[in-house]
């Protein structure tokens, strides 16, 4: 699983998502499927789980949300695509960010992703992974703790958010 930060004010429009993306949404679960490109083997299909972990007001993004993705096929930057597919990109993903702010003028939202904010690095961060060990015949399962950058975004989110209301 991995977790990141993304801008999800798209998320409930997304049932008319953009030509060749499915969006499944059952409460704080939803599930992406597509198409991805894959070098040298043409289109290949792409499935993701999401949780929605939370979810808060952002003066920058509309709504920064902390989600918990599940790759169920393993495409080259999967993630990242399909977040931004729905038009909610990972925070500071200066690859893909432009294909969601297209996928938000698509979707007709209301909220328009300002621009990327380059040089604060990639939401994004794998929380562990599990696999037979070639030898033992062990299953492994490998576990990370959350990089604090995590916590700092989103500590700084509440903050604004607090000082916003009062």
């Not at 969006?23 to 290949?44: A, M, P, W, Y």
């Not at 990972?90 to 939202?109: C, P, Q, S």
Request: aromatic fraction near 6%.
């Amino acid at each position: 699983a991995a977790a990141a930060a993304a801008a999800a004010a798209a998320a409930d429009a997304a049932d008319a998502l953009v030509e060749n993306v499915s969006f499944q949404r059952d409460g704080n679960d939803f599930v992406i499927e597509s198409s991805v490109l894959v070098e040298g083997r043409g289109t290949l299909p792409a499935k993701t789980g999401v949780t929605i972990v939370s979810s808060l007001p952002h003066a920058h993004w509309g709504t920064l949300s902390h989600l918990e993705l599940r790759p169920e096929t393993g495409r080259t930057h999967q993630l990242r695509v399909h977040c931004a597919d729905i038009g909610c990109p990972i925070v500071g993903d200066d690859l893909y960010w432009d294909k969601a702010v297209e996928a938000r003028r698509r979707l007709d939202t209301k909220q328009d992703l300002p621009p990327v904010r380059r040089g604060g690095g990639l939401y994004l961060q794998s929380m562990g992974a599990s696999f037979v060990h070639p030898v033992s015949g062990n299953k492994m399962d490998i576990e990370v703790p959350v990089a604090n950058k995590f916590g700092r975004l989103l500590d700084k989110a509440r903050i604004a958010n607090e000082y916003d209301r009062s």
